[in-house]
């Protein structure tokens, strides 16, 4: 998640009120790094903590006319605060399709729910469009018999994370580059699942309700003794004391949420080669 502002105390209001159910958000303030922070984050949800519309006006064509990666990451939601006297022009711009939403916030937020909710709806509907990508994907495949992929001998990817949002946007990412995912949801289900089958790589989120992916990382090599498998810690934490503790404990490497598709891409098939 982005949030765009041209003030820092703008910019914290925001945060510090969507910081209470997301812990992934990056920050950008300064105009002529706003298309660039884009690009390389390509987030899912974009919130432009302008008070003045002209700026909201201003970003969209910016977006439009400079951003690299915005014809291939065309799925994210554009959400505006506005004051309410922008309200017409606002929805103007919804209408026609600059963006996804906007809400009445400015000289001060009323109703703080109103852009949580837009922002539990936009996330829905991204996930909903990668899952109808997903089927236009397999439907194209079944289609084009010389095209189908060898499902069996794909490299088999196992990420474990308690998130189910997160499981989708790494199976949409995998497929791209012709990889399985096994969705692991628990770390106490890990052990099981290796049991089962053994992937090429692991990405293991940090935090997860159970026990630590730092903790499983220990209890898979007491499990399974000379454990090769590459384990990629994901976080959206990158304290050194992580970072440390991961790495004494046999990480092979770090993925930071949130990360794009041409990083992740990078960092898994660099591990698996």
């Known amino acids: 998640m982005l949030i765009v502002a041209d003030s820092e105390d703008e910019s914290k ?15 950008s303030l300064i105009p002529e790094s706003y298309i660039l ?27 439009k006319q400079l951003s690299k990666t915005l014809h291939d990451h065309n799925r994210h939601k554009i959400i505006s605060l506005c004051q309410y006297q922008d309200i017409d022009l606002a929805y103007k711009l919804c209408r026609a399709n600059k963006l996804y939403d906007y809400v009445p916030f400015w000289p001060m937020a009323h109703d703080n729910n ?22 236009v994907v397999n439907f194209d495949g079944i289609l084009n018999n010389k095209e189908s992929k060898d499902v069996e001998k794909l490299p088999l990817v196992m990420l474990v994370d308690d998130e189910k949002f997160q499981h989708k946007i790494v199976g949409h990412y995998l497929n791209e580059i012709n990889c399985k995912i096994e969705s692991v949801y628990s770390a106490l ?38 454990f090769k498998i590459p384990i990629v810690m ?27 598709k041409k990083t992740f891409e990078d960092k898994v098939l660099n591990y698996l080669q």
């Open 234 to 260: 994901v976080t959206g934490n990158s304290d050194a004391d992580v970072v440390q503790q991961s790495i004494e404990a046999g990480a092979a490497g770090f993925l930071v949420k949130p990360f794009s």
């Open 13 to 27: 209001v925001v945060s510090v009120l969507l910081e209470k159910m997301y812990a992934n958000i990056k920050i």
């Open 37 to 63: 922070d884009f690009d390389e984050w390509q987030p899912e949800i974009v919130i432009l903590a302008f008070k003045k519309i002209e700026s909201t006006i201003r970003f969209c064509m910016l977006l």
């Open 189 to 226: 289900d890990t052990i099981s699942k290796l049991k089962e089958c053994m992937p090429k790589l692991i990405l293991m989120d940090v935090v997860m309700p159970d026990i630590s992916g730092i903790d499983l990382i220990y209890k898979i090599k007491d499990t399974f003794g000379d």
């Open 114 to 135: 109103r852009l949580l909710m837009s922002v539990i709806n936009s996330l829905k509907l991204v996930s909903m469009e990668i899952n109808q990508n997903e089927q």
